[in-house]
């Protein structure tokens, strides 16, 4: 079973646009619903996260949305950059049992 | 402040050999993680420590692979007989007790022959 599914799996921004990405759960038990960042060759490095008693967190150019009676999340990027080209994973998180469950990830391209 | 490091960043090995992994997590934090990346795919949870304890194991993590975690700071990860099914990157995590912010190392990349 999956339990975190992303899409779209590839996404291409002219520079300025807006970039949306999703991600759908299945299991109510998480509290903690993060986005990461990866560059090639480098880690996740943690770029917003929200908890499920808000409906919105904006953080800069960076913003999630959250659904809870519909288990759905999503990033918006907005005045997108070349810069942030670059892999997005969604992951769900519950604090008590440690682990993240990951999206497949999405692979942003920002073209200038 | 360091991040979380990992030791080597690449190794490649022959089938059969067994390989050693090293994770130092940032200094202050109680949690230490262990997943596994393929190309194209989002990390894969393997096991996670509270200081020395070994709280959870994926059912991913077959018997070949052990972690450790002796004195609650830094971690290993030993590959026993490794598969050409085990290429791929391994990284390792750590956060504060709360388990929120999980740090990523920069992942130690794994190639069997």
């Known amino acids: 079973q999956q339990q975190v599914k992303q899409s779209p799996q590839s996404l291409i921004v002219q520079k300025g646009g807006i970039s949306i990405i999703n991600c759908a759960y299945e299991n109510t038990a998480f509290d903690y619903f993060p986005w990461y960042q990866q560059f090639p060759g480098k880690g996740p490095a943690l770029l917003i996260a929200?908890?499920?008693?808000?409906s919105e967190k904006k953080e800069g150019r960076f913003t999630i949305s959250f659904n809870k009676s519909a288990k759905q999340f999503s990033l918006h990027i907005m005045d997108s950059q070349p810069g942030d080209s670059a892999t997005y994973f969604c992951a769900v998180l519950n604090t008590n049992a440690g682990k993240s469950t990951f999206g497949d990830g999405t692979t942003l391209t920002v073209k200038p | 402040d360091t991040g979380v490091s990992q030791d080597p960043r690449h190794k490649i090995t022959k089938r059969g050999q067994n390989v050693t992994f090293r994770c130092d997590p940032i200094?202050?934090?109680?949690?230490l993680y262990w997943y596994r990346q393929t190309l194209g795919q989002g990390p894969e949870f393997l096991t996670y420590?509270?200081?020395?304890?070994?709280?959870?194991k994926s059912r991913l993590l077959s018997d070949r692979f052990s972690a450790e975690r002796p004195k609650g700071s830094f971690s290993t990860l030993e590959i026993q007989r490794t598969e050409q099914g085990d290429s791929a990157m391994y990284l390792c995590?750590?956060?504060?007790?709360?388990?929120?912010?999980?740090?990523f190392g920069p992942g130690t990349r794994l190639l069997v022959l």
């Open positions: 995590a750590s956060s504060g007790l709360a388990g929120e912010t999980q740090y």
């Open positions: 420590f509270q200081n020395e304890a070994q709280l959870e």
């Open positions: 200094s202050e934090h109680n949690r």
């Open positions: 929200i908890r499920p008693d808000v």
